[in-house]
């Protein structure tokens, strides 16, 4: 699968929750609930992680209060790394960077779990680089 990048600089393609992931593999979903919680905080039940990405037209979110979607739309950006305003408080919300995961975790991060939970949300890194291009 090619490269899906989202407005916030989160890689769709990498997330278990992305719908073609999810029918690939529906096991993930309990993984992913699991992991979520883990390194952020937050539970979703399974059933209800199945996401269609946020470049999609009309589609169904896991984040329906995601602050970031609607303002890179009505700019007419394809993501945050295009704004005048990066970084801004909307995306500071959802900012993903590994060092400060590991430090509030206060633990090492196993390669699978990087893989699963922080690669496909690590959006700090990749909007950085795309801003710098």
Do not use: H
Request: hydrophobic share 30%; net charge neutral; aromatic share 8%.
């Amino acid at each position: 699968m090619d490269p899906i990048l989202t407005r916030c600089g989160y890689r769709c393609d990498l997330c278990l929750a992305y719908r073609p992931n999810v029918e690939q593999n529906p096991a993930n979903r309990q993984k992913l609930s699991n992991g979520w919680y883990k390194y952020f905080g937050f539970r979703l039940p399974p059933e209800a992680i199945c996401c269609d990405g946020c470049m999609s037209e009309n589609p169904r979110l896991i984040d329906q209060t995601c602050p970031v979607r609607p303002c890179v739309i009505e700019k007419g950006l394809d993501n945050c790394s295009q704004c005048e305003e990066y970084v801004c408080a909307k995306l500071t919300e959802r900012l993903v960077v590994l060092e400060e995961v590991r430090r509030r975790l206060g633990a090492e991060i196993s390669a699978d779990d990087y893989a699963c939970f922080i690669l496909p949300y690590e959006n700090r890194k990749r909007l950085d680089a795309l801003k710098e291009s």
